[in-house]
């Protein structure tokens, strides 16, 4: 069997490793509009804010996904380490705010 000239297998482990966040940043923006349609009938305020607040997190996180991937691209065939952990970081933040717009919408109805 033939040995990869880098440090990869030269399989989609960046094009899968891509589309799981991805996978993920939707998930969470579909979670997020389905929230702020039930909120909004308690209370419009409350799910303008929290939609103000995550949507473009949201929007955000899925942008560092494509960024994310097309630099670890170039790293892998430069052989230099990859990307940092900003894209976790903001996905946790969304998580927070997410959790915090559901504890909204318990309180609130």
């Known amino acids: 069997m033939e040995r990869p000239d880098g440090p990869w297998d030269p399989g989609l482990q960046v094009e899968r490793t891509t589309l799981a966040w991805l996978r993920t940043a939707l998930a969470f923006v579909v979670g ?13 305020i409350a799910a ?3 939609g103000a607040l995550t949507l473009p997190l949201g929007l955000a996180i899925s942008w560092l996904v494509w ?4 630099r670890g691209e170039r790293r892998l065939h430069a052989e230099i380490p990859l990307p940092g952990g900003a894209l976790p970081a903001a996905v946790a933040v969304l998580a927070v705010l997410a959790g915090s717009s559901g504890l909204i919408y318990v ?3």
């Open 48 to 50: 303008a804010v929290c």
């Open 67 to 70: 960024h994310r991937h097309l």
């Open 107 to 109: 309180l609130f109805s």
């Open 32 to 44: 997020l509009l389905v929230l702020l349609r039930l909120l909004a009938h308690e209370s419009v």
